[in-house]
């Protein structure tokens, strides 16, 4: 039973670091040539940018659209950032 609460305890250690890093560690998308987004590997956002002249060319549904495109990708890249330093961890997680 202690082996089995040591190595909780060490799963928690080994999860509380991964939070840590990925807190730590940023994505930097330009999916979309005008709109800059920033987020971290919590998956939390940074900072989002649009460039002036995007708002003003497009209209409202493009710039709905592109927004969305490069909100996805964004997500898309924190989570594989996410994935790949959980494998590095704990190797034996299927699924990932």
Known sequence: MFDKMKELMEMKKQADRIKRELDA???EVNEVDGVRIVVNGSQNFQS???DEALV????KGRLEKDLLRSV???IRQSQN???QQMKAV????SGM
């Open 56 to 59: 003003n060319a497009g209209g």
């Open 25 to 27: 560690s940023t994505v």
């Open 81 to 83: 950032l996410a994935a």
């Open 90 to 93: 704990m190797p034996g997680l």
């Open 48 to 50: 989002l940018e649009i």
């Open 72 to 74: 996805n990708a964004a």
